[in-house]
């Protein structure tokens, strides 16, 4: 991705770490758990080709202090609604990966006045969508893990950015408290009044089924669309194939599916 100079905005009495690519349109982009918004890799870039992308960093996440304000997908919607109002947006469009998806599905529920479509990535509507295995292996993560992440890609990421380095315990701490949260907004999820595309790879760590669950609460997949295509709905759902959940944010292919929709078409 290009790298425009990093820019700092407080809301709710945190500070955000956040980038601006493109011009046009705005679009908050969000990054999953542990990471920045460098995780989508080339589709910064592919989707700041037609729009101004926001790349925000997530609460003690990357360019943003780490905080020790409990880290729940509530308040970082909040944050991500404050943070929209500030840059001066009557609305702007959310597109959120795995944990960043999460904060963008309840900013669309939270904040429906400031979103002007949503696209959902690898993210389910429950707790209880991903696989067990998934579930299982945040259960099993916990502060102790901030040694161990210490060997990846992602920490010598946040190594790279982050204001203070020696905060990664804060940040793994947080994570791995709000992953194990139990949650189901099965409830809320009709009610949703933008434009909202659901894509998921069919490898992902949720299966299609749940992406078909959900993709139904909104009203899609209940009929054929007719010639004229008169029986569509507003929402999109999109499986991208041969694609894991440790890719689906760098493959190309995802910024290929959603810009048509980002488009309005």
């Not at 529920?109 to 696209?119: A, G, M, W, Y």
């Not at 894991?244 to 944010?249: A, F, G, L, Q, V």
Request: charged content about 20%; proline content about 7%.
């Amino acid at each position: 991705m290009a790298t425009s100079e990093p820019k700092v905005a407080r809301v709710n009495g945190i500070e955000l770490g956040y980038q601006v690519e493109g011009k046009g349109d705005p679009l908050i982009l969000l990054h999953g758990g542990f990471g920045s918004v460098e995780m989508f890799g080339p589709n910064v870039d592919l989707l700041a080709a037609g729009r101004q992308v926001i790349g925000v960093d997530l609460q003690s996440h990357g360019r943003s202090p780490a905080t020790d304000r409990p880290m729940r997908f509530e308040t970082m919607a909040d944050d991500i609604a404050a943070l929209i109002r500030s840059l001066g947006f009557e609305r702007a469009s959310i597109m959120g990966f795995s944990l960043g998806g999460g904060v963008g599905l309840r900013t669309g529920i939270q904040h429906p006045d400031v979103v002007e479509r949503l696209v959902l990535v690898s993210t389910p509507f429950k707790r209880q969508g991903w696989y067990p295995e998934m579930t299982a292996g945040m259960d099993a993560m916990g502060p102790e893990t901030a040694e161990f992440l210490m060997q990846t890609p992602m920490y010598e990421a946040y190594k790279r950015i982050a204001p203070r380095v020696e905060d990664w315990p804060v940040l793994v701490r947080q994570v791995t408290e709000v992953i194990k949260i139990d949650y189901d907004w099965s409830a809320e999820i009709p009610g949703l009044s933008m434009p909202v595309m659901l894509v998921i790879g069919d490898a992902d760590g949720v299966p299609p089924s749940h992406a078909v669950e959900f993709f139904g609460l909104l009203g899609g997949g209940k009929r054929d669309a007719g010639w004229d295509g008169s029986g569509m709905t507003q929402h999109r759902l999109a499986i991208l194939a041969g694609v894991t959940h440790y890719d689906i944010n760098l493959v190309p292919a995802l910024s290929a599916a959603v810009i048509p929709f980002l488009d309005g078409a």
